[in-house]
């Protein structure tokens, strides 16, 4: 079984950084694009930013040019530098891997940006 393991959540004061890591581990046959997504209180999951098999990478526009996606070549791990954070940031952030034939969820991890 394939499981997601995020990490570096946690309270920061608006305009300050965070760094979210990801660690994907168990058998995967090939990772079609892995990224993050979050989820604020009464409002849908949406996409933050996601990074291709072929390199190629995407965010929101409401976080470009703030947050950077990343994806070692080593292992099955992704990042997501977050820079200039703003309270509207805050969500659980959720880390997904999409593979030839299955999808997969991590548990999410809280970032609460303060005022």
């Known amino acids: 079984q394939v499981q997601l393991v995020e990490s570096g959540g946690g309270l920061v004061q608006a305009g300050g950084s965070l760094r979210l890591s990801c660690a994907a581990s168990?058998?995967?046959?090939?990772?079609?694009?892995m990224g993050w997504y979050r989820q604020a209180p009464g409002k849908q999951r949406e996409l933050v930013a996601m990074v291709t098999s072929g390199g190629s990478t995407r965010s929101a526009n409401s976080v470009a040019g703030r947050f950077t996606i990343s994806r070692d070549n080593a292992g099955n791990t992704v990042y997501l530098q977050m820079n200039s954070l703003k309270p509207e940031d805050t969500a659980v952030y959720y880390c997904n891997l999409r593979a030839e034939r299955s999808e997969y969820w991590g548990q999410g991890t809280q970032v609460t940006v303060s005022s």
């Open positions: 168990g058998s995967i046959s090939s990772i079609n694009a």
